[in-house]
């Protein structure tokens, strides 16, 4: 049951909520490269979300999040990161395999292997802060709600991972049928447009982070408007401790 609710789950918060660099990622590989090397970058992302939500119900359940992810120098490396991914997008060079104005299929050198697509969908998405974020709110919102303890949260947030998995390569194959409306013109132009969005991501991440920690009435200002990020870490702090409390307790009385 829990399997099911985490499908379900997974392929709302897919639909609605995933609208990041890796989104902007897996529709211009699909439309450039076609499902089956989409398809790669989209296994990319999912790996760095598995390990992610894995780190926090694990390793991560005692680290001060909040102040982790407002680090200036983890904003700067994941900005780093992402930024780089934007030129390299940008100056991405889609060629026409026939030379027709409409309808054409891209031409694959060959240069780009599916193992750079995953490690590409994997590096943009688990640098990127607001991920780690996302996943923070989503583990303590929905652990509390359905409220999973054990293994159960376990077999839920697998469920989920894998909702929102086959929810992303459903978008890869619908945007790759887009391939065939979209001239070499368009498509390279499409490249330059996600490459500076995702430059532009970059350097916003930085700034606001650089700003959050140097000036004292920004970082109160937005504690103030938006505390909920904080208390949720706090909940799920909370909530991992009652959670192990109650196994202590319960393998106390089974002794």
């Known amino acids: 049951m829990e399997l099911i609710i985490g499908l379900l789950c997974g392929i709302a918060l897919s639909l609605f909520f995933s609208f990041g660099p890796a989104f902007f990622g897996l529709i211009q590989n699909s439309i450039q490269y076609g499902f089956r090397k989409a398809m790669a970058f989209a296994i990319g992302v999912s790996l760095s979300d598995v390990i992610v939500v894995f780190l926090m119900l ?16 983890v904003a700067s490396i994941g900005g780093a990161i992402i930024a780089i991914m934007g030129v390299i997008t940008f100056r991405k060079k889609a060629v026409a395999a026939a030379d027709t104005k409409s309808r054409v299929k891209f031409r694959d050198d060959g240069n780009t292997r599916m193992r750079h697509l995953v490690l590409q969908g994997f590096l943009l998405n688990i640098f990127n802060p ?5 996943w923070v709110s989503v583990i303590t919102l929905l652990s509390g709600e359905v409220g999973l303890f054990g293994i159960d949260r ?13 929810t992303d390569l459903l978008k890869c194959r619908l945007a790759a049928l887009l391939q065939q409306w979209f001239t070499a013109k368009v498509l390279n132009l499409f490249n330059k447009g996600v490459g500076l969005a995702l430059i532009a991501f970059a350097i916003y991440l930085i700034v606001a982070m650089i700003l959050y920690q140097t000036n004292p009435k920004i970082r109160e200002k937005e504690q103030e408007k938006t505390p909920q990020s904080t208390e949720l870490i706090h909940r799920l702090h909370t909530q991992m401790a009652k959670d192990s409390t109650k196994r202590s307790n319960d393998t106390t009385l089974y002794k």
């Open 130 to 134: 607001f991920i780690w974020i996302y």
């Open 154 to 166: 376990y077999i839920f947030f697998a469920g989920l991972l894998g909702g929102t998995l086959g």
């Open 58 to 73: 694990t390793v991560l359940k005692n680290l001060d999040m909040e102040a982790a992810l407002h680090n200036v120098y």
